[in-house]
């Protein structure tokens, strides 16, 4: 069983898609975990950007982890990873870490403008390696709109997810997936699971990103219990969400 699959309870409260200043984020593991405990986050899932050859020390990333596990007792902290996916289909990841984390993402970044590549890529993932969640998805169609995903193709690879017990992403930073896929991918997958991923890259991410969930949580609970069982809490959440951490960073209710 995957590790992280212990926590299911926490797929919307945690904050499951965090960046360190070990790469491209500002905030270290101690100043997330510290504010994650103020705000009462349970969980916080360090998915730090890895590749072949790591220009930071691995070791020291974990071992931070591990500092702050003993500081926050109270908090859930899970080790992780954010591979880039290769042309060829493969990650760009070395396997002892993938073997090593707690959760493991698999993301397209730069790929090359190619709808066949990219589905022949996912689906070499998906078969393959032992990876827990597709981060931002569709992310790669969105700047390329001009390339379609055939509908049954897109059927085949939540297919595969669901056999394999991949879940899909909801992106707070994009907005993504788009919601027929979240529709979609509930629908082809019983058991398909939905993690609430902010694409965190500082301490005033995480507080929006926790902002947005907890207002919507409000507003879920305002409904009465008919309006609650006539809807995937997922699917309202994202049909409801007020906009990207991104935009909401303007928005002066949500200021940090
Ligand atoms: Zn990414
Ligand atoms: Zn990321």
């Known amino acids: 069983m995957k590790i992280w699959r212990k926590y299911q309870d926490y797929l919307f409260n945690g904050e499951w898609h965090i960046h360190t200043n070990f790469t491209d984020g500002t905030g270290s593991i101690a100043e997330y975990s510290e504010k994650a405990v103020e705000l009462g986050i349970p969980l916080l899932a360090f998915t730090e950007h890895v590749r072949k050859e790591l220009n930071y020390d691995f070791r020291q990333f974990l071992n931070e982890i591990n500092i702050a596990r003993r500081n926050f007792p109270s908090l859930i902290i899970l080790s992780g990873c954010e591979a880039k996916v290769l042309p060829d289909g493969k990650l760009n990841c070395p396997s002892h870490i993938l073997e090593k984390v707690d959760y493991k993402l698999f993301a397209f970044h730069s790929f090359p403008v190619n709808i066949e590549k990219y589905i022949l890529s ?71 699971l939905l993690i609430f991923g902010g694409d965190i890259h500082s301490i005033e991410d995480l507080y929006i990103s926790w902002q947005i969930k907890q207002n919507l949580q409000k507003k879920w609970n305002n409904l009465n219990t008919k309006e609650r ?4 809490f997922e699917v309202w959440f994202i049909e409801n969400y007020p906009n990207s951490v991104k935009i909401m960073k303007t928005n002066p209710d949500y200021q940090y």
Do not use: C, R
């Open 229 to 232: 069982d006539s809807q995937l």
């Open 122 to 192: 996912i689906k070499n993932v998906i078969n393959n390696y032992d990876i827990d969640t597709w981060a931002h998805p569709g992310l790669f169609l969105k700047k390329n709109p001009n390339l379609t995903m055939p509908e049954n193709e897109l059927n085949n690879i939540f297919k595969i997810m669901s056999l394999n017990k991949i879940s899909l992403e909801i992106n707070l930073k994009y907005n993504l997936p788009q919601i027929d896929w979240i529709k979609k991918y509930k629908s082809i997958s019983q058991d398909g």
